[in-house]
């Protein structure tokens, strides 16, 4: 647990690191947007990821659809 983080994103403009290779792998499919295929019911945000939606969701959408 260095903190090192030798592994880093080199899609233009992306300054992201990770320790771990499979991180970075996760992390670029951020920058695919045919790869989204997971939507918010409540903006129509798309993610890569089921739990980049879900971290969404509770996050954003639902306390701003909750809230109104």
Known sequence: HTGEK???CN?????RAFADRS???SHRLIHNKEDNRFECQYCQRTFAQKRYLHK???EVCKKMHDAA
């Open 6 to 8: 030798p592994y880093i």
């Open 11 to 15: 899609y233009p403009g992306c300054k």
């Open 23 to 25: 991180n970075l792998r």
């Open 56 to 58: 969404h969701v509770l």
